[in-house]
Nanobody, 120 residues
Framework: QVHLVESGGGLVQAGGSLRLSCAASGNIFSINVMGWYRQAPGKQRELVATIAKSGSTNYADSVKGRFTISRDNAKNTVSLQLNSLKPEDTAVYYC??????????????WGLGTQVTVSS
């Protein structure tokens, strides 16, 4: 089985920064796309950013220019740098990874989430 554990959430003022990290563990053969989603109260979970093994990235329009996703393939980790935070960024942030396990095969996994709260 795979475990994804997020860290780095917290309470910050508008305009501040946070760095979220996610570590994947298990009998991992390979990790393809990794990413971050978020879910605010009363809203659907939405894509924030993804990054492929090659380093190719995609961002939601709402975070472009403010957030940066990165990964360390050797350590099976993905991070999200959140700058210029706005109250609208308040949500639970979830790490996700498309992982091939030995011997089970390829599947998408999710972490339990970390809370980011941005005050006005």
């Amino acid at each position: 089985q795979v475990h994804l554990v997020e860290s780095g959430g917290g309470l910050v003022q508008a305009g501040g920064s946070l760095r979220l990290s996610c570590a994947a563990s298990g009998n991992i053969f390979s990790i393809n796309v990794m990413g971050w989603y978020r879910q605010a109260p009363g809203k659907q979970r939405e894509l924030v950013a993804t990054i492929a093994k090659s380093g190719s990235t995609n961002y939601a329009d709402s975070v472009k220019g403010r957030f940066t996703i990165s990964r360390d393939n050797a350590k099976n980790t993905v991070s999200l740098q959140l700058n210029s935070l706005k109250p609208e960024d308040t949500a639970v942030y979830y790490c996700t990874a498309d992982i091939t396990l030995v011997p089970l095969g390829r599947q998408t996994y999710w972490g339990l989430g970390t809370q980011v709260t941005v005050s006005s």
